[in-house]
Nanobody
Framework: QVQLVESGGGLVQPGGSLRLSCAAS????????IEWYRQAPGQQRELVAS??????FVADSVKGRFTISRDVAKNTGYLQMTSLKPEDTAVYYC???????????????WGQGTQVTVSS
């Protein structure tokens, strides 16, 4: 029904920037919520930022450096990452809750993940 495709990861030097995208396609009425998680090797997946309705959450570890946003017309969510640090290295995943019709039916799923490596 719905598919999430992530893009934008890569290798960047400390202090650099990347923008991750999470594009939804398929049966979409509206995107209700979008979340970005990350998982470093040997660590649990952690929530980095979320956008639910009009509410924004940003983890303390990335506050002031990462910004979450979405483009309603493109059904795409974004995570703008600046001042990247080596400890930001992880696989980043998006999760979205999508309304698939006008009566409130929803779909929840994950993107495939994208690797972000911060290294000199």
């Amino acid at each position: 029904q719905v598919q999430l495709v992530e893009s934008g990861g890569g290798l960047v030097q400390p202090g650099g920037s990347l923008r991750l995208s999470c594009a939804a396609s398929g049966r979409i009425f509206s995107i209700y919520a979008i979340e970005w998680y990350r998982q470093a090797p040997g660590q649990q997946r952690e929530l980095v930022a979320s956008l639910t309705g009009g509410r924004i959450f940003v983890a303390d570890s990335v506050k002031g450096r990462f910004t979450i946003s979405r483009d309603v017309a493109k059904n795409t969510g974004y995570l703008q990452m600046t001042s990247l640090k080596p400890e930001d290295t992880a696989v980043y995943y998006c999760n979205a809750e999508i309304r698939i019709d006008s009566i409130g039916s929803t779909w929840n799923g994950w993107g495939q993940g994208t690797q972000v490596t911060v290294s000199s």
